[in-house]
């Protein structure tokens, strides 16, 4: 095995595969990729993997963790450590593998502080029929519209202000009248922290 210069900096050694493991872990693996006899290596490799899960002792003990362990053991190795692997390991070339592409939703939203799913929550209470089911929908998603509204809003939430946005959703197909909507008062705190952000900002000027 090619002896490394311990008095050398960091720069001029050769560069670590996985640096959160440090030097050390990399050295072992270097040793064990020395061992002639494949059962001490495999004993070897144990020994290292069990070194490996000491640096994060709380979720060494995790299957799923000692299989990455293992997965990263190989890597280390650049796959050249012949030995019976507990798990099968990840491939070389599946290294290069890009993940698969999150589609993002397209689509603008109306009213950002009232957020996409609202849309799609009152989308919702038009497919169901009339009754008591649909009216207590209506009325949580009202209530839900005026704190969120209340978090961006700078001045006071006006109960008109919710009632309009929702006939703007509904297409003034809205089934509830304001007073049937019965909008709760924002708790206290919530109106003097309100008060004193904008209050701060005002000050700030």
Same mark, same amino acid.
């Given at each position: 095995?090619?002896?490394?210069?311990? @008095?050398?900096?960091?720069?001029?050694?050769?560069? /670590? =595969?996985?640096?959160?493991?440090?030097?050390? =872990?990399?050295?072992?693996? *270097?040793?064990?990729?020395?061992? $002639? *006899?494949?059962?001490?290596?495999?004993?070897?490799?144990?020994?290292?993997?069990?070194?490996?899960?000491?640096?994060?002792?709380?979720?060494?003990? =995790?299957?799923?963790?000692?299989?990455?362990?293992?997965?990263? @053991? %190989?890597?280390?190795?650049?796959?050249?450590?012949? =030995?019976?692997?507990?798990? $099968?390991?990840?491939?070389?070339?599946?290294?290069? *593998?890009? +993940?698969?592409?999150? +589609?993002?939703?397209? &689509?603008?939203?109306?009213?950002?502080?009232?957020?996409?799913? @609202?849309? !799609?929550?009152?989308? !919702?209470?038009?497919?169901?029929?009339?009754? $008591?089911?649909?009216?207590?929908?209506?009325?949580? @998603? %009202?209530?839900?519209?005026?704190?969120?509204?209340?978090?961006?809003?700078?001045?006071?939430? $006006?109960?008109?202000?919710?009632?309009?946005?929702?006939?703007?959703?509904?297409?003034?197909?809205?089934? /509830?009248?304001?007073?049937?909507?019965?909008?709760?008062?924002?708790? !206290?705190?919530?109106?003097?922290?309100?008060?004193?952000?904008?209050? &701060?900002?005002?000050? &700030?000027?």
């Amino acid at each position: 095995m090619e002896q490394e210069n311990l @008095l050398a900096y960091n720069t001029q050694k050769k560069k /670590l =595969i996985l640096p959160e493991y440090g030097r050390n =872990i990399h050295r072992m693996i *270097d040793y064990c990729l020395s061992i $002639e *006899d494949r059962a001490e290596r495999t004993r070897c490799a144990n020994a290292i993997v069990n070194i490996m899960g000491n640096l994060f002792p709380h979720l060494r003990d =995790i299957d799923d963790f000692r299989h990455k362990l293992w997965d990263h @053991l %190989a890597i280390m190795s650049d796959f050249r450590l012949d =030995i019976d692997y507990p798990y $099968e390991v990840i491939r070389k070339e599946k290294l290069d *593998d890009k +993940p698969a592409h999150v +589609p993002y939703a397209s &689509g603008s939203i109306r009213y950002r502080h009232y957020g996409k799913l @609202l849309e !799609k929550m009152l989308q !919702k209470s038009e497919e169901m029929p009339e009754g $008591e089911e649909r009216d207590q929908l209506l009325v949580y @998603l %009202a209530n839900h519209m005026k704190k969120s509204l209340a978090s961006w809003n700078k001045e006071a939430v $006006e109960d008109e202000k919710i009632y309009k946005d929702l006939l703007e959703y509904t297409e003034h197909k809205m089934p /509830l009248t304001l007073e049937q909507l019965r909008l709760r008062d924002l708790p !206290k705190e919530n109106n003097n922290m309100q008060r004193k952000k904008n209050n &701060g900002k005002k000050a &700030g000027r």
